[in-house]
């Protein structure tokens, strides 16, 4: 499975992006998709999940702001933000899972930025 995220970018507090994730090879066999994100000195942490059965889970922090979505044929993956914080600011991910590999898949990561 190959993932490209795009749509990161520089945004002021209180704004919105949307993130986007494009998935090619394998997808058919893609468990879960989710969203990562590492900031400087910190340690990559979930940030929203989508399951095959469009389950979805949040971080805590993000929860009420941003929505995880994707497509049925799972080759697109989104993240819209919504009201974005300074504490928001970081490298985003997308990852894909294929249970039956026990294998996960990261994409090159797209940098969002949210000034105070």
């Known amino acids: 499975v190959q993932l490209q995220a795009s749509g990161g970018g520089l945004v002021q507090a209180g704004g919105s992006l949307r993130l986007s994730c494009a998935a090619s090879g394998t997808v058919r066999s893609i468990t879960t998709m989710a969203w990562y994100r590492q900031a400087p000195g910190k340690l990559r942490e979930l940030v929203a999940a989508i399951t095959g059965g469009d389950n979805t889970n949040y971080a805590d922090s993000v929860k009420g702001r941003f929505t995880i979505s994707r497509d049925n044929a799972k080759t697109t993956l989104w993240l819209q933000m919504n009201n974005l914080k300074p504490e928001d600011t970081a490298v985003y991910y997308c990852?894909?899972?294929?249970?039956?590999?026990?294998?996960?898949?990261w994409g090159q990561g797209t940098q969002v930025t949210v000034s105070s």
């Open positions: 990852n894909a899972y294929i249970h039956d590999f026990l294998q996960h898949y």
